[in-house]
Each structure stands twice: as structure tokens, then as C-alpha cells.
């Protein structure tokens, strides 16, 4: 057998185990392989809209395009007209035959009645990415090549070549229009401009604004206002300027803000701080049986009551909570059965004492009952430190005993990249609790200052015993010693914390006596209890979230017409929202890690999907018209620099040198193909470290 032929069997055997894996893996994953198609579609389907742009225009402009192609290569399959029919090549790079000059290949066939040869030949390549139109004449890699058939693109006239360059940003504006129109026709949810609640220390934060609050004016805009009007304001708005709202407070009146945005929690964009608000109904999960064996909540559950109390918003269930001081809280939920009557559910879910997740700058900051700090214990444990555990309470870290969260984080900074000891209680297989002393190794996370050792804690309430005693607004410490167990409050016993608080509740305006227990040492301090509302700074919270849909409101026109002006409108925000990220990008007021590359839109296309079709759709036409603009910037390669060359041929009189034209494309290539690693590689990043 001839080394040609044994290369070919190799070849033929590989695509067929490839083949036969990928129908395996889709088979067996078919929802997931599912919404993959139609991210690749939809994404796919841009750009073929652009390059339909380029080949209508190019043929009506007597220029011969040579090949029309979806995806990238290398080949999958063309098809091009000939005198002796449909030729149709497969795979020629993978199966190339001898003696082949025109690249045909071994799997090459003719079918169909003879006829005129077209020009094209029309092409689906192996990458399912992107795409293009090649014309005679036109070479993306370098200058355009001298013909001197009348219809390569070089010599056909300037406008002609213009209308052709313009038309693939066209058909991409189009395309986001006329999606658009669709989504506004039948109705487009959209997460609603409520304030669902406000990060620590942010803009929004020391503006005032709390959980229930709407947005009803931004910069001007009152019409089919969403949330991410509220994110675009802050992220595009020039740096120290104000942002004027007006803003419907749960009271029904209305106040002016004005908000500068900022940095918040290291995101390399500006921001007010406002979180989306939340529905009362149960998400949509993958893994809801999960969800089900630690809560009893099912998919689209319906909280109607917490605590005894009704509620119509999610911010009453997180104000019910916070008062709750207790180890569970009831819920009711409405749950639709599967012969679809509704069912009212009882659901009991566990409380855990409230522990902040920003940096404390002081000890007073820290979440105190009348200055007393429980200790902390871990809850969650990553990847990384395998010597601890979930339930273990911390003792001690470092050289400090029964640290505070703030003690945590300093030793944590410390000791970046060192070996910190930790002893923890931790309780055995029999339920006793026993000494444990362990090793981890703090971390700097990834394009952060924050340094980590991988693990999430709250507040220890199970214990009745403080990390310390701190000093509050108006209130010394109290003399407990560290580490100390308050055995009783106002000749009350205790047995955890939530003791503590009780006992404080029920003698408000009076003083009461705090027995404590340290090392066999006894002792006592007598407090004065004037207003528990400011000399406690301790909240309740769901010890297990709720993964709870967001607050969605429907924006729909009545007519067609109104449909077409919302997209008009829509559209010309997308386009105006692309032009003034470059802007900031150039002054450096936002950081080009915030931006997505290839694999950063593939993943947010993939969730689009997994979200809803109308998602997927909203998605697609921001895509377009972003490409729109960003295929007219005026750089080599893409379609703008093509157009200024252009420009520059017009008012020279005659093209640049082939030379010039070298030089400008391979910069242009430069340049996009940094840009592209850069962003795959913060793409990659994000998906891998979050």
C-alpha cells in the first residue's frame, strides 16, 4: 500500500471516531448540545446577515465574488455551479488528491444538468465561527491584488466599493431593528429598575437608597425604563460626573439623587451599587433536586408568607428575616401541582446570624449585640484548604484567640502566600466536640488585592461564647474577658446566642447583669439597655440562599408602529452605548478586562439560551448592531479601515502603495489579534476563577 494511501485510511478512520464521539457526546447530553447549536446558530447567523450584506451588494456592483462562506476554514463542504453541473468538494484539506491543481480533492462530485458556470463558489467551513465573502481582486492578509478583469473589486468604481463595504454594517443594523420590533410585538421581559438592594459603602449606599425603591427618571429617560438603563448610566458616565434620578420610594413619593458612580468591590467598571431585585418565585434549576433535599422548595414555588407575615416583594422577606432571631423561620409557599391545582406548602428554613463581607476598616464596624462578637464559624470550604472543615468554629488563627472577622482578614492578608495556623472546634462522628489544629496558606486572588484562604464563615449562634467585647457608638467594651461563655443575661440562662439577644429584648430601659465563664473564672458586668435599636448591629439571614427569579416586567407595544420606534430607539442606545465604551476605554476610565472576547460572548450567548428564547433574541441584536459599529471603526482589517482607504484613494486620486497597504493591514492584524488573546485570556480567566 502507497504511503498516499495509508495517509488517507488514517484520515478516513480519525473522522470517523470523531464523528461517531460527537454523536455520542450529543446524544447523551442532547439539551445541552441543544442550546450549543443554537448559540453557534444565532452568533453564526450575525455575521452570515453582515456577510449577506457584502456578496447582494458586490453582485449588484458587477464585482465577482468568488466565494461565499459560513464559518471558517478549513473546507467542510463547497458547492459551486460548473458547465458539467454541481461540483461539490468535501474536506479537501483532509483528503487531498495527487495531481490536483485545483484543489479539488479526493471526495469531489458532479451532479445536475450542465449549464452556465456561476461565479461563486458557496462554502461552510469546519470552525463554526464567523464567516466571509471573497471577492476578486480583495485580500484580507494583505493589498488588494491587480486584476485586470473589469469586475475585480479594485477596479470597480469608488462608490460602487463603498456601497459594498457599507452594506455588511447595514444589514447588521437592520437585523437588530427588525429583532427588536419582533421582541416589543409579543412582549419582552425585562428585569425590572427596582432597587433590590444596595453594596456596602457604594454610591448608592451613601445616597440613600434602600430595597424597594424604583427608578422612574435616569438622565433624562422615563420610557420603558430596566435595570440595565441603571447599570449603562453608571458604567458610561464620564468620571466624577453625577447621575440625576428620580427615584419612587416604597411610600409612593418621589425624591431627586444624584449619584457619581465608582469603583465597587474591585469590578473593572464604574458602578452605582445597585443589585437587581428579586421575585418571590423559585428559579428554574439544574440541579433542583438538590435544592429540594436541603430547603423542601421546588421550581416555581411562590413565598406568600414568612414568618406568619404575607409579602408581595422579596425586600419584606429579607426585613422579616432580619428581625427573626431565632435558628429557623416558617415559610408558605403556593406550589402548583401536576394536575395543576395550587397547593399551599409550609417550609421551615434555618436562620444564621448576619457576618459582613466587606472589608472593616474598624472594630466597631463588626456585627455586635451591645458589643458582644460571637466567634465565627466556617460554612462553606472551596477547593482549596482540605485541613478545614464546614461547622468548624474558628479559636484560634494565628496568635490570636477567638479572632473577630476583622482579625481574620488581616492575619488572612498577612500571611499571603505563608503557611497560617488554624485551631478550630470541630465535632466528631459521636457529636463531641473536639480541638483540631490545621495549616492553610492564604492566596492573593486573581486580579485582586483581596488575599483569601477559600472559605465562607458567619457567625457563630450556637455557642453563647464572644470573640470579643468591642467598643460601639456611646458604649465602651464591656469587661468579658476573650474567648469568654456568657452563662446568663438578667439571671436568665443562656445556651446560645440567640439567648442573648432575647434576654436584651425583653429589658429594654433597664440595666441587666451578663454572667460569664472563662477558664473556670467567673465574673460579672452590669449594662445599661437605653436603645437596642443602636447599641446592637446584628441582623438574621437564610442560612441557605433561594435561588429566586428575578423581577421581571413585561415592555410591550400596542402596535406595530410603536414597535418600530421602541427598536429605533433600543437600537440607537446599543449603538451609542458601543461608541461610548470605546470612548472610555481610550481614557482609560474603564478597563479593557470588562470587555468579552470570543469565548466571554459564546458563554453569555450559551446563558441567553439556557434563560429564554426571547433572551437569546434581545442577545443577537445587541450583538449585531455592537458589530455593526465595531466592524465601521476605522482599523485595518475590518470594514471601516477598508472604507477610509477608500477615502484616502478618493481625495489621492489613485490607491496606496502596495507596500503602504502591507504595512497598514499587517498593524491592523496586529493589533486585532492582541486584543483577541487578551480578552480569550480574561474570558478564560473569569470562567475558571469567576
Same mark, same amino acid.
Given at each position: 500500500?502507497?504511503?498516499?494511501?495509508?495517509?488517507?485510511?488514517?484520515?478516513?478512520?480519525?473522522?470517523?471516531?470523531?464523528?461517531?464521539?460527537?454523536?455520542?457526546?450529543?446524544?447523551?447530553?442532547?439539551?445541552?448540545?441543544?442550546?450549543?447549536?443554537?448559540?453557534?446558530?444565532?452568533?453564526?447567523?450575525?455575521?452570515?446577515?453582515?456577510?449577506?450584506?457584502?456578496?447582494?451588494?458586490?453582485?449588484?456592483?458587477?464585482?465577482?465574488?468568488?466565494?461565499?462562506?459560513?464559518?471558517?476554514?478549513?473546507?467542510?463542504?463547497?458547492?459551486?455551479?460548473?458547465?458539467?453541473?454541481?461540483?461539490?468538494?468535501?474536506?479537501?484539506?483532509?483528503?487531498?488528491?495527487?495531481?490536483?491543481?485545483?484543489?479539488?480533492?479526493?471526495?469531489?462530485?458532479?451532479?445536475?444538468?450542465? +449549464? =452556465?458556470?456561476?461565479?461563486? /463558489? $458557496?462554502?461552510?467551513? %469546519? &470552525?463554526?465561527? #464567523?464567516?466571509?465573502? @471573497?471577492?476578486?481582486?480583495?485580500?484580507?492578509?494583505?493589498?488588494?491584488?491587480?486584476?485586470?478583469?473589469?469586475?475585480?473589486?479594485?477596479?470597480?468604481?469608488?462608490?460602487?466599493?463603498?456601497?459594498?463595504?457599507?452594506?455588511?454594517?447595514?444589514?447588521?443594523?437592520?437585523?437588530?431593528?427588525?429583532?427588536?420590533?419582533?421582541?416589543?410585538?409579543?412582549?419582552?421581559?425585562?428585569?425590572?429598575?427596582?432597587?433590590?438592594?444596595?453594596?456596602?459603602?457604594?454610591?448608592?449606599?451613601?445616597?440613600?437608597?434602600?430595597?424597594?425603591?424604583?427608578?422612574?427618571?435616569?438622565? +433624562? =429617560?422615563?420610557?420603558?425604563? /430596566? $435595570?440595565?438603563?441603571? %447599570? &449603562?448610566?453608571? #458604567?458610561?458616565?464620564? @468620571?466624577?460626573?453625577?447621575?440625576?434620578?428620580?427615584?419612587?420610594?416604597?411610600?409612593?413619593?418621589?425624591?431627586?439623587?444624584?449619584?457619581?458612580?465608582?469603583?465597587?468591590?474591585?469590578?473593572?467598571?464604574?458602578?452605582?451599587?445597585?443589585?437587581?431585585?428579586?421575585?418571590?418565585?423559585?428559579?428554574?434549576?439544574?440541579?433542583?433536586?438538590?435544592?429540594?433535599?436541603?430547603?423542601?422548595?421546588?421550581?416555581?414555588?411562590?413565598?406568600?408568607?414568612?414568618?406568619?407575615?404575607?409579602?408581595?416583594?422579596?425586600?419584606?422577606?429579607?426585613?422579616?428575616?432580619?428581625?427573626?432571631?431565632?435558628?429557623?423561620?416558617?415559610?408558605?409557599?403556593?406550589?402548583?401541582?401536576?394536575?395543576?391545582?395550587?397547593?399551599?406548602?409550609?417550609?421551615?428554613?434555618?436562620?444564621?446570624?448576619?457576618?459582613?463581607?466587606?472589608?472593616?476598616?474598624?472594630?466597631?464596624?463588626?456585627?455586635?449585640?451591645?458589643?458582644?462578637?460571637?466567634?465565627?464559624?466556617?460554612?462553606?470550604?472551596?477547593?482549596?484548604?482540605?485541613?478545614?472543615?464546614?461547622?468548624?468554629?474558628?479559636?484560634?488563627?494565628?496568635?490570636?484567640?477567638?479572632?473577630?472577622?476583622?482579625?481574620?482578614?488581616?492575619?488572612?492578608?498577612?500571611?499571603?502566600?505563608?503557611?497560617?495556623?488554624?485551631?478550630?472546634?470541630?465535632?466528631?462522628?459521636?457529636?463531641?466536640?473536639?480541638?483540631?489544629?490545621?495549616?492553610?496558606?492564604?492566596?492573593?486572588?486573581?486580579?485582586?488585592?483581596?488575599?483569601?484562604?477559600?472559605?465562607?464563615?458567619?457567625?457563630?449562634?450556637?455557642?453563647?461564647?464572644?470573640?470579643?467585647?468591642?467598643?460601639?457608638?456611646?458604649?465602651?467594651?464591656?469587661?468579658?474577658?476573650?474567648?469568654?461563655?456568657?452563662?446568663?443575661?438578667?439571671?436568665?440562662?443562656?445556651?446560645?446566642?440567640?439567648?442573648?439577644?432575647?434576654?436584651?429584648?425583653?429589658?429594654?430601659?433597664?440595666?441587666?447583669?451578663?454572667?460569664?465563664?472563662?477558664?473556670?473564672?467567673?465574673?460579672?458586668?452590669?449594662?445599661?439597655?437605653?436603645?437596642?435599636?443602636?447599641?446592637?448591629?446584628?441582623?438574621?439571614?437564610?442560612?441557605?440562599?433561594?435561588?429566586?427569579?428575578?423581577?421581571?416586567?413585561?415592555?410591550?407595544?400596542?402596535?406595530?408602529?410603536?414597535?418600530?420606534?421602541?427598536?429605533?430607539?433600543?437600537?440607537?442606545?446599543?449603538?451609542?452605548?458601543?461608541?461610548?465604551?470605546?470612548?472610555?476605554?481610550?481614557?482609560?476610565?474603564?478597563?479593557?478586562?470588562?470587555?468579552?472576547?470570543?469565548?466571554?460572548?459564546?458563554?453569555?450567548?450559551?446563558?441567553?439560551?439556557?434563560?429564554?428564547?426571547?433572551?437569546?433574541?434581545?442577545?443577537?441584536?445587541?450583538?449585531?448592531?455592537?458589530?455593526?459599529?465595531?466592524?465601521?471603526?476605522?482599523?485595518?482589517?475590518?470594514?471601516?479601515?477598508?472604507?477610509?482607504?477608500?477615502?484616502?484613494?478618493?481625495?489621492?486620486?489613485?490607491?496606496?502603495?502596495?507596500?503602504?497597504?502591507?504595512?497598514?493591514?499587517?498593524?491592523?492584524?496586529?493589533?486585532?489579534?492582541?486584543?483577541?488573546?487578551?480578552?480569550?485570556?480574561?474570558?478564560?480567566?473569569?470562567?475558571?476563577?469567576?
Amino acid at each position: 500500500m502507497s504511503k498516499y494511501k495509508t495517509l488517507i485510511y488514517m484520515r478516513m478512520t480519525l473522522l470517523v471516531v470523531i464523528v461517531l464521539s460527537l454523536v455520542v457526546l450529543i446524544t447523551r447530553n442532547a439539551q445541552t448540545s441543544w442550546n450549543i447549536f443554537l448559540a453557534v446558530f444565532g452568533f453564526s447567523a450575525v455575521v452570515f446577515i453582515h456577510e449577506c450584506g457584502h456578496f447582494f451588494v458586490a453582485k449588484a456592483g458587477g464585482i465577482k465574488v468568488e466565494a461565499f462562506s459560513v464559518f471558517i476554514p478549513p473546507l467542510l463542504i463547497g458547492i459551486r455551479r460548473t458547465q458539467e453541473g454541481f461540483r461539490v468538494r468535501i474536506l479537501p484539506g483532509l483528503f487531498p488528491k495527487p495531481d490536483d491543481p485545483d484543489g479539488n480533492g479526493l471526495l469531489t462530485f458532479t451532479f445536475g444538468a450542465k +449549464g =452556465k458556470a456561476g461565479d461563486t /463558489e $458557496y462554502r461552510i467551513g %469546519l &470552525i463554526p465561527v #464567523a464567516g466571509y465573502v @471573497k471577492m476578486l481582486g480583495q485580500d484580507d492578509s494583505g493589498a488588494d491584488k491587480q486584476s485586470a478583469d473589469p469586475r475585480s473589486f479594485g477596479n470597480r468604481p469608488i462608490s460602487v466599493r463603498m456601497a459594498v463595504i457599507v452594506a455588511g454594517v447595514t444589514f447588521n443594523m437592520i437585523t437588530a431593528v427588525i429583532l427588536m420590533v419582533i421582541l416589543y410585538m409579543v412582549g419582552l421581559p425585562m428585569k425590572a429598575p427596582v432597587v433590590g438592594g444596595v453594596m456596602a459603602d457604594s454610591p448608592a449606599y451613601h445616597a440613600g437608597l434602600q430595597a424597594g425603591d424604583r427608578i422612574v427618571k435616569i438622565e +433624562g =429617560k422615563t420610557d420603558h425604563i /430596566e $435595570y440595565g438603563d441603571i %447599570l &449603562i448610566a453608571a #458604567a458610561l458616565s464620564d @468620571k466624577g460626573k453625577s447621575i440625576d434620578m428620580t427615584v419612587l420610594g416604597r411610600d409612593h413619593t418621589e425624591r431627586q439623587v444624584s449619584i457619581v458612580a465608582g469603583p465597587v468591590d474591585g469590578l473593572p467598571v464604574r458602578l452605582f451599587g445597585i443589585l437587581p431585585s428579586s421575585s418571590l418565585i423559585v428559579a428554574d434549576l439544574k440541579n433542583a433536586d438538590v435544592l429540594y433535599e436541603r430547603t423542601g422548595l421546588k421550581p416555581g414555588d411562590r413565598i406568600v408568607s414568612v414568618g406568619g407575615q404575607p409579602v408581595t416583594y422579596y425586600w419584606e422577606v429579607e426585613e422579616i428575616v432580619s428581625k427573626t432571631y431565632q435558628t429557623t423561620i416558617a415559610l408558605q409557599v403556593e406550589r402548583r401541582a401536576e394536575q395543576g391545582e395550587v397547593q399551599t406548602v409550609d417550609i421551615s428554613l434555618p436562620l444564621a446570624l448576619n457576618n459582613s463581607s466587606t472589608e472593616i476598616e474598624k472594630e466597631s464596624d463588626l456585627n455586635q449585640v451591645c458589643s458582644l462578637v460571637p466567634r465565627l464559624r466556617i460554612t462553606q470550604v472551596g477547593a482549596g484548604p482540605k485541613s478545614l472543615k464546614s461547622g468548624d468554629v474558628v479559636l484560634r488563627i494565628g496568635d490570636v484567640n477567638s479572632p473577630t472577622y476583622k482579625e481574620m482578614r488581616d492575619l488572612t492578608t498577612a500571611f499571603d502566600g505563608q503557611d497560617l495556623p488554624i485551631q478550630v472546634l470541630r465535632e466528631d462522628p459521636n457529636g463531641v466536640d473536639q480541638i483540631e489544629d490545621v495549616m492553610v496558606q492564604p492566596k492573593r486572588q486573581s486580579d485582586s488585592d483581596r488575599v483569601v484562604i477559600g472559605v465562607a464563615v458567619e457567625l457563630d449562634a450556637a455557642h453563647p461564647v464572644i470573640a470579643k467585647s468591642v467598643a460601639t457608638e456611646g458604649q465602651p467594651a464591656l469587661a468579658i474577658p476573650r474567648g469568654a461563655t456568657i452563662t446568663r443575661v438578667a439571671n436568665a440562662d443562656i445556651n446560645d446566642f440567640y439567648d442573648i439577644i432575647h434576654a436584651f429584648q425583653a429589658h429594654v430601659g433597664q440595666d441587666v447583669t451578663i454572667d460569664w465563664l472563662f477558664q473556670g473564672q467567673a465574673g460579672s458586668v452590669t449594662l445599661s439597655l437605653t436603645d437596642l435599636g443602636k447599641q446592637m448591629n446584628m441582623e438574621s439571614v437564610l442560612a441557605q440562599g433561594i435561588p429566586l427569579s428575578d423581577l421581571e416586567e413585561i415592555h410591550k407595544a400596542d402596535t406595530l408602529g410603536e414597535a418600530c420606534v421602541m427598536s429605533l430607539k433600543k437600537c440607537y442606545s446599543f449603538v451609542l452605548q458601543t461608541y461610548v465604551t470605546l470612548k472610555q476605554l481610550l481614557s482609560r476610565s474603564v478597563s479593557l478586562k470588562a470587555m468579552s472576547g470570543p469565548v466571554g460572548i459564546a458563554t453569555v450567548t450559551y446563558q441567553a439560551v439556557e434563560q429564554s428564547f426571547s433572551s437569546f433574541l434581545y442577545l443577537l441584536a445587541f450583538i449585531s448592531a455592537n458589530l455593526a459599529v465595531v466592524n465601521f471603526l476605522p482599523i485595518p482589517v475590518v470594514d471601516g479601515g477598508v472604507f477610509v482607504l477608500l477615502i484616502v484613494e478618493k481625495i489621492k486620486g489613485g490607491p496606496l502603495s502596495v507596500r503602504m497597504q502591507e504595512i497598514i493591514t499587517y498593524a491592523g492584524l496586529a493589533l486585532i489579534l492582541s486584543v483577541f488573546v487578551y480578552l480569550t485570556y480574561h474570558d478564560i480567566a473569569r470562567l475558571v476563577f469567576g
